[in-house]
């Protein structure tokens, strides 16, 4: 079997989950074939088989598009179906707010106006609201606006940009999750507070957390958080309010799981092969 692994790695000895992912091949038997989309050569792209496991770290358009000529019907993968590949997603708010799941109040576009500001931040309970620039990562991207004034000058700055924008409800929340789905089972799990004089609990910055093991109505809405977009594997963010209600901020897929691994000491990458090498193809 082989553990076919796109990484975008500066380093010439790979990241930190290019050494999780190898150290796991090495442990399992598995082949492990790293294709570094930064300078692999696209004619030199292998052919995947039913032995073969593909899995994407790197989030940038090349490492899509390798992941896109790569995947096939036969090979093993982390999406319920290959070809959602395929697809462009965007935000997760419209399959959390579709099914029912506790997303966080959302409007998934700049407004077009000065009219139309007002009236967003009106649908959002008022002011803090969050502004988000899809495709960040640790914190990068999220605004906390606190007035009408601000957000109209944001949102001026915005429409001249090619950024994909979301509107959101702030939540005063006490700490963020992040919870770790494999299949239907959420198999490690942290949480973490904020620094002082920062609205964001998962940052670069951010202190590493503890391991804390969540009940399980709130991993079952991790586990579905993950399922409706399509996936077999994520990494959940929930908010947490001062009531203890559980709030969707974002699955990220491909996760950085090297973090919850240190934290809770569970070899996640190692679970995350053992679940791709049992799959029925």
Not at 39 to 50: C, Q
Not at 102 to 118: G, N, Q
Not at 147 to 170: A, H
């Amino acid at each position: 079997m082989r553990f076919v692994f796109i990484h975008s790695s500066k380093n010439s000895e790979g990241g930190r989950t290019y050494k999780l992912f190898a150290d796991s091949c090495k442990k399992l038997g598995i082949e492990f074939f790293p294709i570094n989309c930064r300078k692999f050569d696209y004619f030199s792209l292998p052919e995947l088989d039913s032995n073969d496991i593909l899995y994407r770290s790197a989030t940038g358009e090349r490492a899509r598009v390798f992941e896109k000529l790569l995947i096939n019907d036969s090979c093993r993968h982390f999406y319920s179906f290959w070809d959602q590949s395929l697809r462009g997603r965007g935000t997760t708010y419209f399959y959390h707010k579709k099914h029912g799941l506790p997303a966080i109040p959302t409007i998934p576009l700049i407004p077009k106006d000065r009219d139309e500001v007002e009236k967003f931040a009106e649908e959002l309970g008022g002011f803090p609201i969050i502004v988000k620039a899809i495709g960040g990562s640790k914190g990068v991207g999220v605004m906390r606006v606190d007035s009408q004034k601000s957000l109209v000058s944001i949102c001026d700055f915005l429409r001249g940009e090619d950024t994909s924008v979301i509107i959101r409800k702030y939540v005063e929340h006490e700490y963020y999750g992040r919870l770790i789905v494999i299949g239907d089972q959420v198999v490690a799990s942290n949480r973490a507070g904020s620094l002082d004089g920062d609205f964001r609990t998962n940052t670069s910055d951010t202190p590493n957390g503890e391991t804390y093991v969540f009940p399980e109505d709130v991993q079952k809405v991790a586990v579905d958080a993950v399922s409706v977009l399509g996936l077999k594997f994520g990494g959940v963010d929930l908010l947490f309010d001062a009531d203890g209600n559980a709030h969707i901020a974002e699955v990220n897929f491909p996760t950085d799981f090297g973090c919850c691994q240190d934290i809770t000491g569970i070899d996640i990458a190692t679970m995350m092969l053992e679940f791709a090498a049992k799959l029925e193809r």
